[in-house]
C-alpha cells in the first residue's frame, strides 16, 4: 500500500504563488511515478505534471507550462508542485497520484494511489 498526504493549498489572488506538497509513505518512494491533477467543480480530473522514478519530468499540461514546476525530494518522501502566475482558472482540488505503467504507459484518470486533495482557490 501506498498512501499519499496533500498539503499547501489555499486562497491567493490572480498572480500569486502557492506550493503544494505531497508527502509519500507505505511502499518504496522511488518505484511510483508521481503526478498531480486536479478537479474543479463541474469538470472532470485532469493530468498537471508527472514525473517518473528517476524524476525526470513525464510531462505538463499546456495549461501550466511555464508557471508550475513540479519536483521531488527523495530524502523527504515527498514531490512539491511550485505554481507561479495563478490565474483563477486553476482554482480546483489538487490531488496527487502514484502508480506504475503498464505496457509503457499510465491512465492517470485511473491512478492505483491517490491522496485526499489539497483546495486551491485563486480570486480574480
Known amino acids: 500500500q501506498v498512501q499519499l498526504v496533500e498539503s499547501g493549498g489555499g486562497l491567493v489572488q490572480t498572480g500569486g504563488s502557492l506550493r503544494l506538497n505531497c508527502v509519500v509513505s507505505g511502499r518504496t518512494f522511488g518505484s511510483y511515478f508521481i503526478a498531480w491533477l486536479r478537479q474543479a467543480p463541474g469538470k472532470e480530473r485532469e493530468f498537471v505534471a508527472g514525473?517518473?522514478?528517476?524524476?525526470?519530468?513525464?510531462g505538463y499540461s499546456d495549461f501550466v507550462k511555464g508557471r508550475f514546476t513540479i519536483s521531488r525530494d527523495n530524502a523527504k518522501n515527498t514531490v512539491y508542485l511550485q505554481m507561479n502566475s495563478l490565474k483563477p482558472e486553476d482554482t480546483a482540488v489538487y490531488y496527487c497520484?502514484?502508480?506504475?505503467?503498464?505496457?509503457?504507459?499510465?491512465?492517470?484518470?485511473?491512478?492505483?494511489?491517490w491522496g485526499q486533495g489539497t483546495q486551491v482557490t485563486v480570486s480574480s
Open positions: 514525473l517518473d522514478w528517476g524524476d525526470n519530468i513525464i
Open positions: 497520484a502514484a502508480d506504475t505503467p503498464r505496457n509503457g504507459r499510465i491512465d492517470w484518470k485511473s491512478a492505483a494511489y
